[in-house]
């Protein structure tokens, strides 16, 4: 295994509670199924590279796709084979067990920001992927809507930018799909999604860590770079007050010249 990746076998448990769910799989997988329906086969070989516990490839499997996932967990593994059987396996997504062309589509969903060497990761899917075939990113790249009064946006903004959420940032997955040689189909936004919480709320989901942006922060980088934004979310007016907030994320499709 690359070192550098970070698994989620510590999270396995809570995964599903913390991000969403199968709700926040369907909503995601709705995004981008039309980008994979021009495939030409009667049922499209789809890879998930970091398929977790299975959260988007059961509704991607639900939606006539062939779906087989790989991830570095064996806990997120293992309900993922409760959702789509046997076609998961353990393995590190910058070496897949798969031959040169043989997928139709991969597909990434909050993934290369975690991963060891994102540029190595995309030009290993470039390699798996066909001809004509292709690869949707779901960055982890949060965007949040600031216009509709959220106070807490540029809080949360700064926060993510300090703890190193930017790390698939759309420019940077262009760039690596530039050296992969994938073409760039469309790029977008997700429709947000939209909740309400107060900066109690959003300080208490931080202070829980289970986001994996904070496991491996010392003490010392919490000090420095968590908690002059948590000082800032409880400074705000009313911080028990919930506020209806706005989050998306990125999306590219990429594909594989013929
Ligand atoms: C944020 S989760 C996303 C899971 C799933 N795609 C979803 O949206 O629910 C990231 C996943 O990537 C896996 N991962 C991290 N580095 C990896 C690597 N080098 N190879 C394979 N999987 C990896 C983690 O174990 C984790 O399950």
Redesign the pocket.
């Known amino acids: 295994?690359?070192a550098g990746?970070?698994?989620?076998?510590r999270i396995?448990d809570q995964?599903?509670a913390t991000?969403g769910g199968l709700a926040?799989?369907e909503r995601?997988v709705a995004e981008f199924v039309t980008y994979l329906s021009p495939l030409a086969a009667p049922q499209p070989v789809v890879l998930?590279?970091?398929?977790?516990?299975?959260?988007?490839?059961l509704p991607l499997h639900n939606a006539g796709f062939d779906v087989v996932g790989?991830?570095?967990?064996p806990a997120?593994l293992l309900r993922a084979q409760e959702r789509i059987g046997s076609r998961v396996a353990a393995?590190?997504?910058?070496v897949l067990p798969f031959p040169d062309g043989s997928v139709d589509a991969v597909?990434?969903?909050?993934?290369l920001h975690?991963?060891?060497d994102p540029a190595r990761?995309v030009a290993e899917i470039a390699r798996v992927v066909r001809p004509g075939g292709r690869f949707v990113v779901?960055c982890?790249d949060a965007v949040y809507n600031e216009d509709a009064g959220d106070d807490l946006a540029p809080i949360a903004h700064d926060l993510d930018v300090a703890v190193g959420r930017f790390k698939d940032a759309p420019t940077l997955v262009r760039r690596w799909a530039d050296a992969a040689r994938l073409r760039v189909v469309s790029e977008t936004v997700t429709e947000a999604v939209v909740f309400a919480q107060s900066p109690n709320d959003v300080v208490a989901v931080i202070e829980s860590r289970t986001g994996?942006a904070y496991w491996d922060l010392t003490d010392t980088q919490w000090q420095e770079l968590v908690q002059p934004c948590i000082d800032r979310f409880r400074a705000l007016p009313e911080p028990a007050r919930r506020r209806d907030r706005a989050f998306a994320n990125p999306m590219l499709v990429l594909e594989r010249p013929l």
């Open positions: 295994v690359t990746s970070v698994s989620f076998e396995a995964y599903d991000r926040r799989g995601c998930e590279v970091g398929v977790g516990t299975g959260a988007i490839a790989i991830d570095l967990s997120m393995a590190d997504a910058h597909v990434t969903v909050w993934v975690v991963v060891a990761v779901l982890a994996s």
